[in-house]
């Protein structure tokens, strides 16, 4: 099937159904003076032509075990029961009925939209064990991206909420489990038209109990109150890694509250993380 994407001057090119794993050094819509242009953004991450997917369809719980989905668009709620299950290049488009995607069971998605619709409810965009590649995920309620067990997002985009009025809103949240990994994403935690702020790009806390296994490498985040906001030093957690990550200045108070500075034994928070227009030390 053939899928266009838009190039940096507006104009629709040809690209393969499965999207390179890191954009070109030569990709014009990476060429610019800030470091996180190279991270994906709403036009190289999910489905990059969502008219070639079929008409849309009111699915039922996915509870059939290693089944593949390709070009798709789901609107409503879709709960994850089986193992097994991939996505990919599917259009979720939740309308504010419960979580976007909640996955009971490990679920896969490659190249896919997920907007969570979440301007009537505060429920998250997506949620429990899942494994995403080059998603697009967006208009969650409360919260984006909900962490639960062996759970890792690579090269996404997450990005704008529906904040409610009382809500403790971030782009994504660790509450507790383990194995988690957040890799090469860009997070935004704050609307850039309007300069609202969000509470955080991620927010961590252990209310699940330990949390062990954690990587949040070679990010691009920016805006919130703190950028990465919470308690990881609190002797709840262990084999952290916070390192690599370039921080934006949209924050409201500072890149990186103290007690995310994760020491050992819970884990290391290295001098590789950097502001992006300077590369100094955060």
């Not at 259009?91 to 896969?108: K, S």
């Not at 860009?186 to 252990?206: A, E, H, M, R």
């Not at 590789?272 to 955060?282: L, S």
Request: with cysteine.
């Amino acid at each position: 099937m053939t899928r266009h994407v838009q190039d940096a001057n507006g104009t629709w090119q040809v690209v393969a159904s499965n999207l390179p794993a890191v954009p070109s050094a030569a990709d014009p819509r990476g060429a610019t003076t800030l470091f996180h242009g190279r991270y994906r953004g709403a036009h190289n991450t999910g489905v990059p032509d969502k008219s070639a997917l079929g008409l849309p369809e009111f699915p039922p719980v996915f509870n059939v075990p290693n089944v593949t989905y390709s070009d798709r668009h789901f609107v409503g709620y879709c709960q994850i029961d089986a193992t097994g299950i991939v996505f990919e290049r599917c259009f979720f488009e939740a309308r504010g009925d419960l979580f976007g995607i909640n996955a009971n069971q490990p679920v896969t998605l490659y190249d896919c939209d997920i907007y969570g619709g979440k301007y009537l409810d505060n429920s998250d965009a997506v949620t429990g064990s899942v494994h995403a590649v080059r998603c697009n995920i967006w208009g969650g309620g409360n919260d984006n991206v909900g962490f639960g067990e062996d759970c890792v997002y690579e090269d996404c985009y997450i990005h704008f909420i529906y904040q409610h009025y009382g809500t403790h809103s971030d782009n994504s949240q660790i509450l507790g489990n383990n194995n988690l990994g957040i890799k090469r994403c860009k997070l935004l935690s704050y609307d850039p038209y309007t300069g609202v702020q969000y509470n955080s790009c991620l927010q961590i806390s252990s209310t699940g109990g330990l949390v062990d296994n954690v990587q949040i490498v070679d990010n691009y985040m920016d805006g919130g109150g703190y950028t990465i906001n919470g308690r990881a030093n609190n002797g709840l957690y262990s084999n952290m890694l916070i390192s690599g990550n370039r921080f934006g200045r949209h924050y409201a108070y500072g890149p990186v509250a103290g007690e995310v500075r994760v020491t050992p034994p819970a884990g290391t928070f290295t001098n590789t993380n950097v502001y992006d227009d300077t590369g100094i030390t955060v």
